[in-house]
């Protein structure tokens, strides 16, 4: 396929891109500079810029982009740039594909969200048909899963990838964790009963593109794991897996101190299932926590 990928360069893109090109896959990169390479085409998604012949050369689109939820502590700015890298981009490419010809336009919109969508869940269990929740996350999912409409109005396949927490050691959930635990100052997070729905990196690879080759799944797809855990679960797994002590709890108030806005959000509790996957008869090569992170940390 001739796949048109935004977000290319970012922790889940550059390994995404790895394992087209090494299928067969030819993968076109949008970037926000000038090209530097012949499979980079620019483009300007805060002034809603792309070139429709662009996307016309592809048979499927890859939206990916969008700012760090955990990489900055959190002010106003930083939550209004959280909004729009992730709505602007949707947006441009939704409306660019959706005023192609229908003989121009792409097979399929891969779309990145988050399950930020469900808000606080608690204990309760969720899958694809849950109500969007509430809080900022959830608000930004909400705008942002929106702004794929246009494609999917004009008849092209939509799938909106509601990413759990991809476990490797070289970024996300991980990566900022490791040094305390390897140090023995780690524990769980306030309460510790919160839900975490991780995913290995391998199983969100090989669902990403599972669902770029399934023409008939459409929608949101929750892609996470199998068997979701609570921060304390979490947090014990880890720390045998590195062989150290997780003794030390962090209470909410120095969450708040240190992360600001973003402390609420790592508190919530989000027990997620992948019923569209499970449905669909995916494998997951790393069902249980345990072999995700003997991957993410040994692999």
Known sequence: MRILMAGASGF????????????GHQVTRLVRRPPRAADERQWSPSAAQLDPAVVAEADAVVNLAGAGVGDRR??????????????????????????LPAA???????????IGWYGNTGDRVVEEDAP???????????????????????GVRVVRLRTGLPLH????LLKPQLLPFKLGIAGRLGSGRQWIPWISMTDWLNATTFLLARADLAGPVNVVGPAPVTNAEFTRELA????????????????????????QEALTSTRVLPGVLNRAQFTFRHPDLRTALQAALHD
Do not use: M
């Not at 889940?12 to 299928?23: I, N, Y």
């Not at 002010?75 to 409306?95: C, E, F, P």
């Not at 959830?138 to 246009?150: F, G, H, I, L, S």
């Not at 590195?242 to 973003?262: M, S």
């Open 74 to 99: 959190w002010n106003d700015g930083y939550r209004q740039l959280i909004r729009s890298s992730r709505v602007d981009t949707t947006s441009t490419l939704a409306t660019t594909i959706a005023g």
């Open 12 to 23: 889940l893109g550059t390994r995404l891109v790895d394992l087209l090109v090494t299928d």
């Open 132 to 154: 969007a929740g509430e809080g900022f996350l959830a608000d930004v999912a909400r705008v942002w899963e929106a702004a794929t409409r246009p494609a999917e109005d004009a």
């Open 169 to 172: 050691r070289d970024g996300g």
């Open 104 to 114: 121009d336009r792409p097979e399929v919109l891969l779309n990145a969200s988050a």
């Open 240 to 263: 045998h897996q590195l062989n150290r002590p997780a003794v030390i709890p962090i209470p909410a108030l120095a969450l708040k101190v240190a992360l600001g806005g973003f402390a």
